[in-house]
Structures are given as structure tokens and as C-alpha cells.
């Protein structure tokens, strides 16, 4: 069964497939308990926006939106265009056509808003730097050389979520990938982030630290908007609102949204222990929450 | 006679001016090789470095056929650095995939241009003496700039060291921070340019790499931070040209070539004790490891 955009509210659906897209939406994922969520005001908008390197088309009219507090997951496979759209949404490139609102403003002047966890942890294992200082990072100001109370209160909180306390005076060289993991997650959350965007957060990470890091994830939603980019096409964690696919095409990948539900038959130790399975199946018109009288 | 009673002997000014350079200078190895050692630029600070030489040669050749007459070695030294700065700067910034390619071109011409230049210079002209520099030559107006130097790049280096820092470390999160690391980049190949120029007076063309790099490399192996590698830095520098005038004195040899023997003489030390310690360390776990589960 393939739903297209606008099917939905055009009635050219057939009462089964109603039904069972009914029950799809009130059974899976976390929908119902995050309604209120889903109609706050948006974090993140890509509209219409394009993206070439030199004339090699990489993103063709990438439209979707992202509510405040929302829990997104961006799934697409190795070379779909998943980085692009991360160095878009982050400033780092700017968009050939299009535009990217961010908490109302252009991408770049709210970027002070967003906290970026890198899916490389590696860094140069010379660097002289211990874990307090890596932290401290999140509180950089362009231009400014102080770091104040409210910045080392900052850290403090951000060691603590991140549960990394007792390895600050510790360099950062002589960590495990997985404590590496956790020490950026608490640089991006240092900054008291309003948007958390996590590069593939569970690369390279052992069970137990993908657990304790999608516990941190865990407490922060409802609080916090959060955009996870992974290469597993197939479940994203159960924490997921919404799951944006990264589709393929002749002049461009664009963005297809997805409904997902719970995956009882994925692998135990995945996303600290629950996952929720991506519908491929069924896409979903991208203005779908923002409609009045939609199940949600 | 003692180097200790050359260093106090009213006639030996120019041993004092030597100490002193090496003094000044430390600070420079210290502070701004501890940024090119973990920004991983010693090869881009190479290529300007050798550059130089191409300004040095052109200076001489416009002076000494009167079409410049002004026109001193250290003038053209720092406008080639500079534009050299300039040039690998923008590739490395825009074509990273072209830019060893373009670091090695600046090497090279600017070595041979200055070499032919010299070669077409009127009188004698050693290239040699720039390549490796001679310690003992230094005048009280080499000394004033060079302290001039180290005011300006300590204060940068504190002015902006959170950001040096970070860039350094992660630079896409410095950007996404909102950190210019573009221009970051810009000036510290530019002061570093303009350093390489003054300390190629000191150790030579050749040797300035060595010393931006090799106490930097050792004491980044007991510093915790960037800041403990520029103070560590500076001291080794300090130790090294401080040990290898003396020794230069004693032995009459070349004190720039000394210094970096010396220099590197620790930092291989440095590094094989270092690995020997990590060899053990780890044979020690995995026998504990192995202790536990028996």
C-alpha cells in the first residue's frame, strides 16, 4: 500500500486502508501523547530549498518542517544527501534556492540556538585537551575570551546530563569511543541548546553507552527539539515523533516523511533498547500535523 | 676562555645579543608552534619559510643592480611571505584537495627563484647564510623587532586563545559556534609568515620548522591543554638555544644547527619513552585483565 501526498484529505483512500492508517497513527510511534508538540511553533523549515555542489545537483525541493520539541529522526542511506542537508540546516552551506527558517530566523542568525554533536569523535588523539575544557566549548562566543559563572554552571549541568561528571579532569585522548560520544553530547548541550542535532550519534558505540546516551535523549525530550541523522533506514529509536527519509532522484534527493511504529523484532540492544520500525510505505503529506482534525 | 666568562666580557656584545635573541625567540617557538604543531600546518609554515627565500634573492639582486636601491633583504622576505600566506591560505581554505600540490609549488619556486636571483646578483651572495642563519650576526634593531613580535602574538594568543582553541580541535563546531575560522586561519598563517621571517635571521630558513615544531611536539607530551603546550614550549625553547649556544661556544660550531640537534635529540627521546611507558602500561592491564579472570 503507497498513500501519496494529499491522499489523506482527498478521500481517494479506501475504508481498509483508513482504518488501518487510523490505527497506525494511534498506535504508533508516540503520536497522541504529543499533539500539543506537534502544534507548537516550528523549530525547523526547509522550503523548496535546492542544493548543488558546483552543478552536480545533490537536494531538489527539500520541504519539511520540524515543531518545537519535536523528537526527528532524518534516516537515509551512505551518499543520500543526509551531511548536505545537515551543513544547510547548521549554516555551513548556504542553499541555492529555497530558504531555511529557523526559530523565525534566517539559518545562521539563530544557529547560537542549536547544539551540534558530529557524528566524528576522533579529533586529532595528540590534541592536548581534557573533557572539562571540550565541554566548555559549547559556551564559545565568536569573538569573546571569558567563560563567566552562568558558563561553568553551564558545564556542570551539561557533564552531569550527559553523565560524564566523574571523567572532567580527564583527557579527552584517553577516552573511550563512547565516552568521546558522550563528552560532544554535553558540548552541544553546554550551549543550553533549543535545537540538539545528533550526527549519528550511535557510530561506533558499545550497548551500553548508545543506552545511557538514548536515556540523556530520553530526559531531554519534551524540552528540547532534537533531530537525529542516521544511516539505518530500517528503525529509528522509539523516542521518534517523526521520521524524515532522504529519497532519492535523478536531479537531487528530496525529503519524504514517514509515519513509524513500534518494532517489537528489532534487534534488543538498538537505540538503547527501543526501536521503532520506519514505515517506507506510507508517506505523509508534510503538513499533515499542522492540519486541524487529523488523527494524530 | 669559559662561555660563562664570554657572556660577561664587555667585547662579546654580540654573545649577550645571541642569548638575547634566543630568549625572544623562545617565546616565539613556544606560543606559535604549539598552534601550528596541533592546527597540523608545519608543512604550510615549510612552504612559506622557504618562500622567503625567493623575496631575500629578489631584494638583493634590485638593491645591488640599483633599480631599488632601498629595497632590503627583510622587506622583500616578509612581502613573499605574506603573499605566500596569502596563497596557500585561499587554496587550503577553497581547494583542499590541490593544496599539497600548491604548498610544494611555493616551496620550490621560491627557493629557486631566490637562488637564481642571487645567482644574478652583482658581488658575492651566499644562500647558504640564509638557509641556515647565524645566531651571532643579530643586531640590537633584530632584537627590538623580535620583542615587538612576541608582544603582538602572546597578546593574540590570549586575546583569542578560546577560540584558537576550539577551532584548532573542531573547526566545523567552531563554525557552527559562529567562530570565523576562515579568518582565524588567514591571520595565524600571516603572523606566522611574518615570524618565520624574522626567526630564519636566528636558526635559518631550514631550521625555523624544526624549532616551531620539535619543542612544541615534546611538550605536548606533559601538557593537558594549548596553553600548557605554548608555556612548556616556550621553556623547552628556552633550554634548547640557551644549552646550544653554550655548547656552540665550547665545541665551535654552528649554533643554530646545534639548537636543532638538540631539540630534536629530546623530542625523540621524548617519544620513544613515551611509547615504551604506553607499552608497558598496556602489558600491565592486560595482565591484571588476564590475573582477574584466572
Known sequence: MRIVKGSLKQGFIDPVTEALLQRL??????????????????????DSVDFSYERIPVLSNVSFHIHQNEFAALVGSNGSGKTTLLKLLLGLEKPVAGRIVLFEDAAGKGRERI??????AGFDPTFPVTVRSVVRMGRLRPSSRFFGKEDAEAVNEAMEKADIADLAERPYSALSGGQRRRVLVARALASRPSLLVLDEPAANMDSESEKRLFDTLGQLKGSTTILIVTHDTAFVSSLTDVA??????????????????????????????????????????DSWCCEEGNPL | MSFFEAVFDPSFAFLRNALAAGFLSSILFGVLGAVV??????????????????????????????????????????????????????????????????????????MSAGVLFMAKTPGYTDPTSYLFGNILLLS????????????????????????????????????????????????????????????????????????????????????????????FGTVFSLLFTGTGIALSWTLDVPAGALVVVLAGAVFLFSAAARMLSTRIRKRKSASAAGGGRA
Not at chain 2, 638583493?60 to 640599483?66: D, E, I, V
Not at chain 2, 622583500?76 to 599539497?100: C, H, N, P, T, Y
Not at chain 2, 624574522?198 to 631550514?206: H, K
Not at chain 2, 620548522?209 to 611538550?219: D, E, N, R, V, W
Open chain 1, 115 to 120: 547544539g551540534y554533536v558530529p557524528q566524528n
Open chain 1, 244 to 285: 524524515f527519509c532522504v529519497a532519492g532522484g535523478v536531479s537531487g534527493c528530496s525529503i519524504v516523511r514517514h509515519r513509524t511504529e513500534p518494532a517489537a523484532d528489532a534487534p534488543h540492544d538498538l537505540y538503547g533498547g527501543s526501536a521503532s520500525r520506519v514505515r517506507h510505505d506510507i508517506d505523509v503529506p
Open chain 2, 140 to 231: 640590537n634593531r633584530d632584537l627590538l623587532l623580535l620583542a615587538v613580535l612576541d608582544i603582538l602574538v602572546v597578546f593574540l594568543a590570549w586575546r583569542f586563545y578560546p577560540q584558537i582553541n576550539a577551532s584548532s580541535f573542531d573547526e566545523e563546531f567552531a563554525r557552527v559556534r559562529g567562530v570565523r575560522t576562515g579568518a582565524v586561519f588567514l591571520a595565524l598563517l600571516a603572523v606566522t609568515a611574518v615570524s618565520v621571517v624574522l626567526l630564519q635571521t636566528f636558526v635559518g630558513i631550514v631550521m625555523v620548522i624544526a624549532m616551531l615544531t620539535l619543542p612544541s611536539g615534546t611538550a605536548g607530551y606533559v601538557s593537558k591543554s594549548v596553553a600548557g603546550m605554548m608555556v
Open chain 1, 25 to 46: 497513527f494511534l498506535a504508533g510511534g508516540n503520536a497522541v501523547a504529543d499533539t500539543q508538540a506537534r502544534h507548537g511553533p516550528v523549530a525547523v523549515r526547509f
Open chain 2, 37 to 110: 604543531t596541533v592546527k597540523r600546518i608545519a608543512s604550510l609554515a615549510g612552504a612559506i619559510s622557504h618562500a622567503v627565500l625567493g623575496g631575500i634573492g629578489m631584494s638583493l639582486f634590485l638593491a645591488a643592480t640599483g633599480r631599488v636601491p632601498w629595497l632590503t633583504p627583510m622587506i622583500g622576505a616578509v612581502v613573499f611571505a605574506l603573499l605566500a600566506a596569502l596563497v596557500i591560505g585561499a587554496v587550503s581554505l577553497r581547494a583542499k584537495q590541490r593544496e599539497d600540490t600548491v604548498i610544494n609549488a611555493i616551496w620550490a619556486i621560491g
